[in-house]
Nanobody, 115 residues
Framework: QVQLVESGGGLVQSGGSRKLSCAAS????????MSWYRQAPGKERELVAA???????NYADSIKGRFTISRDNTKSLVYLQMNSLRPEDTAVYYC?????????WGQGTQVTVSS
């Protein structure tokens, strides 16, 4: 069955770094566009970063220059390197896979940035 499993979340101090991973299985990973979303308490889920099957990326303005999305098709992994973290980056971070009409979500991983 399809699975997306995020890992790497935790507590980090403001200004610190964290790398999230999302392990995919159950579908042809290389065909899928992958993205990271986040949802802070009381807020809507928002797109953070995305990477196409060809490796093109785009980022939300709020994290541009601080976060980097990447993928390893040989390992069916997608990463989110987060640098210069701020308290407002605190959220549950979700991995999403999308191809044609198919869309899959992971369960999320909590990132908490302390000031």
């Amino acid at each position: 069955q399809v699975q997306l499993v995020e890992s790497g979340g935790g507590l980090v101090q403001s200004g610190g770094s964290r790398k999230l991973s999302c392990a995919a299985s159950g579908f042809t990973f290389s065909r899928y566009a992958m993205s990271w979303y986040r949802q802070a308490p009381g807020k809507e889920r928002e797109l953070v970063a995305a990477i196409t099957s060809a490796g093109s990326t785009n980022y939300a303005d709020s994290i541009k220059g601080r976060f980097t999305i990447s993928r390893d098709n040989t390992k069916s992994l997608v990463y989110l390197q987060m640098n210069s973290l701020r308290p407002e980056d605190t959220a549950v971070y979700y991995c999403r896979a999308r191809y044609s009409l198919n869309s899959y979500w992971g369960q999320g991983t909590q990132v908490t940035v302390s000031s």
